[in-house]
């Protein structure tokens, strides 16, 4: 019998572990567990934090039992110290301390990431909260529900420190969300930035950009946040989103080669360069599909597409992973925010000649009610006409998430912009127009990429308006 | 000077005027329109009829001063005669019953299509409609504002069929849709036919399925509907939406050739057996890609595409059309019902072998208000893995017609149903799970597709309900 260790709970160790006894039922399958939460979607945090999300348990992509019912084994509350690859068995200490091994024929290594923690002064101080587990987020509600703050400062306006925005503004407290970047969310460009700042002033979230935070101070019953571009602001508590880091150290310690920001390197099989040990998700460097280089790149989504395909080989199969496209999509109020792909910034680093193009409509037939404005840019290259990114921003029900999966099914295929024209889309009024809102934006795309000597200095943001039409 | 005619001011027609001008400004283009409104989205009038567009001119893509602004020729109310395609010239009619010829360098048909008239006896009495263009809408229009009928029978239960029905029933009139197949809408599998009239019965409109209509009746002020399996409903209007025939009579005087159901034959340019004219739009065969055969297909979204590219080739152009999937969509009350490809009956006779399985999943993360139910179908190969076809029913802010096309994305591009999990598409909570559900469901196939020696007799209809997750 082929035993199959996975150490991590979370996307890519339970994906992999599904996988491989979905493949394979003889397998015998061990996740260890740190904590008492395996298969928490915690991309969901924040709702639970808002209240949308009454019960926490509710967070749970399966529960413990539909995991075990699978014939798979966990090892919760264990925490594993070391990696002997030669003997091929892992040290893991329970809560009580008791240390054992455990051998294996294949590992995965699924330890997923860490927030990083920037150098401010006071972060330890009470009211001040880093959010990643189940854990953490419990502290974070035990705070609001017995100390009910009426005020938070938000450290991060990436898309968790967003989303918390939200969900805190949902509790009805005061929020300030505090950026490094001149505009808010700096994986999206600063139009689409400039919109989520709109959208977070419209329901009253303060958005301070550009300030560096660098110290936290307890003065009588407040916390006093303090930052460059001469920032203070008093506030009840205070929540860090600055971002994640991999989780590697059991793997470094056991011989594993890192790479960028220390993740885990592997190759399209999802092998390290060790034998019979492979890693998924967050700890590991990702291959970006359309520059067929690695990155530091973590998200959920991949995490799964991971882990599923080395629990599929580590059971004796031969798949590869596609490729990230960086795909992802966030809500902030009743906006949604997406992209794929590269931006113009990226593909200028990348070696493209970009050109990118912003476009505004209508996601159905304005004539039909409803309509909601979609903010949508295009970058190609402008020599070869490839399609290399897009970013969608607009009502959620303007249907922007599966829009922009459109744009990531077209750079999946190394189409060009010209030919997304081509991909025969769905339409009726109440829902899109005969020319889909992403065929539109692409049309407008060639149309300037063919005036595109008649553009002197900068490429970018060549930007149309309202027409809402193609011919 | 280049002179480009063309005959028909609807989707096809205005596209390739668009996209000739656009490409070459110095050609002289005059677009022939049968009546005086070029360039309508006629898909709109239900929502004329319903009372949704409260002025009809809010369904025009664009208006004739919008058009003429581009420098393009609007004859309207001119109806196009003859061909004489040795001379190059047209003949014309306008409404004072004057003709004249004009003269052509390049010619393009796009005269659509017209309704089928069943054979039904009354179809002429009063209170009895067929619906297609402008002139029709106003009639039912005028019909419904003047004599107030409360009830009425729609005779065609395909998606005109039932956006009317919806259209009635937001007037607040009974509401009986009568169809000859034994479920609802047969261009989508029964099962999604039953959750259509399962929505209809909901909103009070009556389904009668299996029904050939075959006369109606003026008795007293009311109209009598009769057909098979004893059918006979007294009602107040009638409406006729049975589907439609390509219009080419004027084609086929020309010596153009046709094909299925008497529709002008084109190749991949939407050139014309006769030399300089071109035709696109509903009165053409249309290129199936998936097949890579001519059939009849008449949607708007193919009229833009072909109107384009016959536009683009008229001036010189090199340009191919790349096929239909026939990819649509249709809004029914709240819910969006959508397909793209091939179903499996259809899948049969185009000589594969597929198998067609059921997956119920809900469009984001049950854990975060609003999910809503998706009935998804997927047809593959099941020897060679190819992704033959989909079906998506379901809450139409479920992302149904967006997802529908990731769908049609996939099978543009030739993938195999397993290779839709390598897709990088876009996720949050709110809007997705990390395995989007269609992917989701395509993994669902995959599972029986290596389990398919095991399934029995037909190949067809594997339901797998509720789990909504995917590993």
């Known amino acids: 019998m082929t035993h199959l260790l996975i150490i991590g709970g ?6 992999a572990a599904l996988r491989a006894k979905e493949l394979d039922a003889t397998v015998d399958v061990t996740i260890v567990v ?20 009454p019960d926490w348990r509710n967070l749970a992509h399966r529960t413990s039992e539909e995991i075990t019912q699978t014939g798979i084994n966990l090892l919760l509350n264990h925490k594993a110290l070391s990696i002997d690859a030669e003997q091929k068995k892992v040290k893991v200490v329970n809560a009580e301390n008791q240390e054992k091994w455990l051998t294996y024929d294949k590992l995965i290594i699924g330890t997923g990431a860490v927030p990083v923690q920037p150098t401010i002064d006071g972060l330890n101080l009470p009211g001040v ?17 017995t100390e009910q703050p009426q005020s938070a ?3 991060g306006d990436g898309y968790i420190g967003l989303e918390m925005a939200d969900a805190l503004n949902h509790r009805r407290m ?19 930035g400039n919109l989520i700042a709109a959208k977070l002033g419209s329901r009253r979230v303060e958005v301070a950009s ?21 920032f203070h602001k008093n506030t009840d508590m205070v929540i860090v989103a600055v971002g994640v880091r991999p989780l590697t150290d059991l793997a470094e310690s056991a011989g594993l080669k890192t790479g960028l920001r220390g993740a885990i390197q ?46 599929e080989n580590a059971v004796g199969g031969d798949r590869q992973f596609a490729g990230s496209l960086g795909t992802q999509v966030v809500k902030i109020f009743d906006m949604a925010v997406s992209r794929t792909g590269l931006r113009d910034s990226e593909a200028q680093n990348a070696g493209f000649k970009p050109l990118t193009v912003e476009f505004e409509t209508w996601d159905h037939k304005v004539y039909y009610p409803g309509a909601k404005k979609l ?25 922007v998430a599966k829009r922009i999966d459109i744009f990531a099914s077209a750079i999946f295929h190394n189409m060009k912009v010209e030919e997304i024209s081509e991909l025969d889309l769905s339409y009726t009024p109440p829902l899109s127009s005969p020319w889909d809102p992403v065929q539109m934006a692409a049309q407008a795309w060639v149309k300037h990429q063919s005036n595109q000597f008649a553009i002197t200095n900068s490429q970018f943001a060549i930007k149309i308006s309202g027409s809402g039409r193609a011919n």
Chains 1, 2 share one sequence.
Do not use: W
């Not at 979370?10 to 994906?15: L, N, T």
């Open 375 to 399: 903010h949508i840019l295009v970058t190609g290259d402008s020599q070869t006409g490839r399609l290399l990114g897009a970013q969608i921003a607009g009502h959620y029900q303007g249907e």
């Open 174 to 192: 005061s929020v300030t969300v505090v950026g490094r970047s001149p505009s808010v969310m700096r994986t999206v460009d600063a139009s689409i």
């Open 129 to 145: 909260f880093l959010l990643h587990s189940m854990a953490d987020s419990f502290a974070v509600y035990q705070h609001l529900t």
């Open 34 to 53: 740190a904590d008492s939460y395996p298969n928490f979607s915690i991309c969901g945090i924040p709702f639970y934090l808002s209240g949308e999300v």
């Open 266 to 311: 592997v190759n399209r099989k999802m092998e390290t360069n060790v034998p019979n040990i492979y890693a998924a998700g967050d700890c590991v460097e990702t291959l970006h599909r359309l520059i067929n280089e690695y990155i530091y790149l973590p998200l959920g989504t991949t995490a799964h597409k991971q882990g599923r395909i080395a629990g």
């Open 10 to 15: 979370s996307d890519a160790g339970i994906s």
């Open 210 to 230: 550009s300030v560096e935070v660098n110290a936290i101070q307890q003065v009588g019953q407040q916390l006093v946040v303090s930052g460059t571009n001469n």
């Open 153 to 155: 400062v938000i450290i």
